[in-house]
């Protein structure tokens, strides 16, 4: 594949007239495993927030799947794996509810689920190895489960792009290894895969192209290739992380 799914030309973000982002250009092609590396307050954040149209570019423009943001629709072709899903443990909400969460529409979201999309559903529980634990409670399971949960929800709308906020941090040695598996799966499927990270020890075999922020104050990104990320731009990661995602309405069971 070599179509052109992301496209990003001369982005700017400025949060109280600071340049948070800066003379972004980015081309990201159909099937690759693109890693989002940075100091904090590099822009990560940002950069997913304004490529899922929650963040406006303050110059500049992106291009989703050849449509402008002001014009793209297609929204269930994204889909965002955070690290948590907001409200879930104060709500009782199952598994199979909670992946079929996904496959809610703005416009629809009162109408049945159809029998295509309790398929979906079932085999993506089946490819995260959970069809067994779908009536149960979603904060009954373990961390690592939980986030193996909320990328079934991903695969379950079928979408062509999932990015993916931190996928193993916090995880034991196990989930990682499960996890990075489960990643390796959906690469094969020929998904478009973007992963927010402090550090690729865990996924570097699968990442095809490392993205790195921080550069300057004039030009964001530092560092666009395969890994392994050069000595200069290898920051220390490990610091706090904004979540792409800190504020979103419960999941609705139906």
């Known amino acids: 594949m070599n179509d052109t799914v992301i496209n990003i030309e001369r982005l700017c973000v400025e949060f109280d007239g600071e340049h948070v982002l800066e003379d972004v250009n ?10 989002l590396l940075g100091p904090n307050g590099s822009g990560k954040t940002t950069l997913i927030r304004a490529i899922l149209g929650l963040e406006q570019p303050d110059h500049g423009k992106i291009i989703l799947f050849g449509a402008t943001l002001k014009r793209f629709k297609d929204w269930h072709r994204i889909a965002l794996v955070p690290q948590r899903l907001p409200g879930a443990s104060s709500i009782p909400v199952s598994v199979w509810e909670t992946v079929m969460s996904g496959q809610i529409r703005p416009r629809s979201r009162w109408r049945l689920f159809s029998r295509s999309e309790k398929i979906s559903a079932t085999q993506a529980l089946k490819n995260v190895d959970l069809w067994d634990r779908r009536r149960d409670r979603l904060d009954a399971l373990s961390g690592g489960q939980q986030r193996r949960v909320l990328i079934a929800r991903a695969l379950a709308c079928q979408a062509d792009i999932i990015v993916m906020d931190e996928p193993t941090a916090g995880l034991d040695a196990a989930n990682v290894a499960a996890l990075t ?12 895969i973007i992963v927010v990270t402090h550090e690729l020890d865990d996924i570097e075999h699968l990442v095809t192209r490392a993205i790195v922020l921080g550069a300057s104050k004039h030009q964001s990104v530092g560092y666009d290739g395969p890994p392994p990320v050069p000595g200069v731009f290898a920051h220390d990661h490990h610091h706090h992380h904004d979540a792409i995602i800190d504020k979103a309405p419960p999941v609705v069971g139906m």
């Open 26 to 35: 980015i081309e990201i092609m159909a099937g690759e495993f693109v890693a």
């Open 181 to 192: 598996l489960l990643l390796a799966e959906i690469k094969e499927l020929g998904k478009t």
